[in-house]
């Protein structure tokens, strides 16, 4: 059975750090790229990172290109999220999600196949 | 930026059929898929590559896809399918987005 367990959530001041891990079991991590996604209190859905398997090929979203790093230890299954410069506006829950992907070359489709339950980021003073 | 648009609700009695839209400029050319969300839980995949279903969802559940728009249908909605469903896809770079959000109620 796929697992993903994020730990790490917690209360920050604006400006501050947090590093977010995610545990995965039930499946061979390092043959999978994944991703980190999340959803502000009340909010959709909004997808922050992916990194590859190899971790050859990471991409971010706008809203955190500079201040957030995503990285992976595939001999202990886990992946990170180093979270710096934190405002307000990070505050979210912040789920692990594996990739899938769906056809082929140019039509080649990445999606989230199986999720974890999420950590609760807030940023206040 | 790419956006996939969504109603914002949906209501239904149970055991009517719920129909949930999403429109996209990409749709023709890439798939969407279905997240069901449960108050306080994780999302959960229950329609991909337009219209299959992972093992455990439930038949009710369908997926179908025209042009620019995508809908899920959910055929004699029960109660328990009450939950915020997002539709998500990519764009022409392969950019990952998800629509807005549709709060399905069933009462």
């Known amino acids: 059975e796929v697992q993903l367990v994020e730990s790490g959530g917690g209360l920050v001041k604006p400006g501050g750090s947090l590093r977010l891990s995610c545990a995965a079991s039930?499946?061979?991590?390092?043959?999978?790229?994944m991703n980190w996604v999340r959803q502000a209190p009340g909010k959709g859905l909004e997808w922050v990172s992916s990194?590859?398997?190899?971790?050859?090929?990471?991409y971010y979203a706008d809203s955190v290109k500079g201040r957030f790093t995503i990285s992976r230890d595939n001999a202990k299954n886990s992946l990170y999220l180093q979270m710096n410069s934190l405002r307000a506006e990070d505050t979210a829950v912040y789920y692990c999600?594996?990739?899938?992907?769906?056809?082929?070359?140019?039509?080649?489709?990445?999606?989230?196949?199986?999720w974890g339950q999420g950590t609760l980021v807030t940023v206040s003073s | 930026s790419y956006e996939l648009t969504q109603p914002p609700s949906v209501s239904v009695s149970p055991g009517q059929t719920a129909r949930i839209t999403c429109s996209g400029d990409?749709?023709?050319?890439?798939?969407p898929y279905w997240y069901q969300q449960k108050s306080g839980q994780a999302p959960v995949l229950v329609i991909y590559?337009?219209?299959k279903r992972p093992s455990g969802i439930p038949e009710r559940f369908s997926g179908s896809s025209s042009g620019t728009m995508a809908t899920l249908t959910i055929s004699g909605a029960q109660v328990e399918d009450e939950a915020d469903y997002y539709c998500?896809?990519?764009?022409?770079?392969?950019?990952?987005?998800f629509g807005g959000g549709t709060k399905l109620t069933v009462l």
């Open positions: 999600a594996r990739d899938s992907f769906s056809g082929y070359g140019a039509a080649r489709q990445a999606y989230f196949d199986y």
């Open positions: 039930g499946f061979t991590f390092s043959s999978y790229s």
């Open positions: 990194i590859s398997s190899s971790s050859s090929y990471i």
């Open positions: 990409a749709l023709p050319k890439k798939y």
């Open positions: 590559e337009d219209s």
């Open positions: 998500y896809s990519t764009d022409s770079s392969g950019n990952r987005v």
